[in-house]
């Protein structure tokens, strides 16, 4: 999977150039644009985005350690004495340019610069990883909101059938028009009750879903949020893959996966400099230095020196056991690195595969739940069902409504976190 840094916070620039010409205001929020915002508002996210910028001025400054250094130098001073009544004053200048350029060493500085690029190589993976996750969240929340409303729609329409039944129970109860107990209207009230209490809950579960969602993208809690823009229709493939090639794409493609490999090259680097401080060391240095005031004069120099750790109370032993161990150590989780990703993997890959029978099936009950409901009343209507039988039919169709309805955003949410599992680009990336 090919991902760039720059491609990312150029869609983020290009989002918010499109908002400030817009004023801030819009009517419909896209799944891209809330990923954009959550990543430009994020803390996680912009801490990342900073780690690579240390992880690379850390670079830098380890290849500078290869470079000669360039010192200019220039003071002046201005002196003024009173002896006996006489004041003299002098002008001192000094001015001079040295090099100093370490020509070779026993190879410390390169093992430097080794460490610092796997540090910055880790620390990207570790960003991206951590953009990723943010992305899926961001999805979820969005998916989340949206399902919520459709479920408020479902208890909407639920109080509505359940206002329809009673009117229709009071009309039958009314001596002078029907003969039906007045049981059923006791009934039906109960009915809307019930589907009042869960068209409260509904709505405080979509208020509750705004706000997670205002949390995620870094929406201010007091500014209403757009309308989301619904999703195309599910599509569910035919047949995945197997899953035997997501697991080796995952363990190609991850992230984390890869971070961790960095890990094990980067305490394997800590190893070879830990040995290095128990060897003999050496430097040779060169340096030349021109005073052009108060007089013209050259200075060079070639230095060598070398050095050996006869006795350091065992602090260098100590170092490279603990490098050693620290090896150890990001061996162990590289492993389970690997098992958590085959283990996400397999958990996506049956949560889409259930979601997939779940659509169909969950499709096919709310179409048969509806007929029964529409049998049920008309029959009711017609004098000849009772009110229990249109209440068991409601709220069969709610159930039905109900599952359809989580099904259709359990695909979304598990589509994407078996890409998010195998490392695939999500949604706007």
Do not use: H
Not at 152 to 181: C, H, M, N, Y
Not at 282 to 289: E, I, N, P, V
Not at 292 to 309: G, H, I, K, M, V
């Amino acid at each position: 999977m090919k991902y760039t840094f720059t491609t990312r916070l150029g869609g983020i620039a290009v989002c918010l150039f499109s908002m400030l010409c817009a004023g801030f205001s819009q009517d419909k929020l896209s799944l891209d644009e809330a990923i954009n915002l959550a990543l430009k508002n994020n803390g996680n996210a912009l801490a990342s985005l900073s780690a690579i910028t240390s992880a690379e001025a850390r670079l830098q400054g380890s290849r500078a350690s290869l470079l000669p250094s360039v010192s200019p130098d220039y003071s002046y001073t201005r002196s003024r004495s009173d002896v006996n009544g006489r004041s003299t004053t002098s002008d001192d200048r000094s001015a001079s340019l040295s090099v100093n350029w370490l020509l070779i060493d026993s190879g410390q500085r390169d093992l430097n610069v080794r460490q610092s690029s796997r540090s910055l190589e880790a620390t990207r993976l570790n960003t991206q990883n951590t953009l990723r996750n943010l992305s899926f969240q961001t999805t979820r929340s969005y998916y989340d909101l949206l399902r919520r409303k459709e479920l408020l729609k479902v208890s909407d329409s639920s109080v509505e059938r359940a206002r329809t039944l009673l009117e229709l129970a009071k009309f039958q109860a009314d001596p002078a028009i029907g003969t039906a107990p007045v049981k059923d209207v006791l009934q039906a009230e109960a009915d809307l009750a019930n589907a009042e209490v869960q068209q409260i809950s509904a709505q405080n579960n979509l208020e509750t879903s705004k706000t997670e969602l205002k949390r995620v993208i870094g929406w201010q809690l007091t500014r209403a949020l757009p309308d989301l823009i619904d999703p195309e229709a599910p599509q569910p493939e035919t047949a995945l893959p197997p899953l035997e090639r997501l697991w080796d794409q995952a363990l190609m493609q991850r992230p984390d996966v890869r971070s961790a490999e960095q890990d094990v090259l980067l305490q394997q680097i800590s190893i070879q400099s830990a040995r290095l401080d128990t060897l003999p060391s050496f430097q040779l240095r060169a340096s030349a230095a021109r005073q052009f005031e108060p007089r013209n004069s050259d200075l060079s120099q070639l230095r060598f020196t070398a050095s050996y750790p006869l006795f350091d109370g065992g602090l260098t032993r100590s170092n490279l056991r603990s490098a050693e161990a620290n090896l150890q150590s990001a061996q162990y989780r590289l492993e389970q690195t690997k098992r958590d990703a085959l283990a996400d993997v397999e958990i996506a890959y049956l949560s889409l595969s259930e979601t997939e029978r779940r659509l169909n099936a969950s499709q096919k009950a709310v179409a048969a739940a509806r007929k029964n409901y529409e049998a049920a009343r008309d029959s009711l209507q017609e004098g000849a069902g009772t009110i229990i039988e249109v209440i068991t039919a409601q709220l069969s169709l709610i159930t039905a409504e109900t599952n359809y309805v989580q099904a259709i955003y359990d695909y979304y949410i598990a589509e994407a976190q078996l890409k998010l599992a195998v490392g695939e680009p999500l949604t706007g990336e």
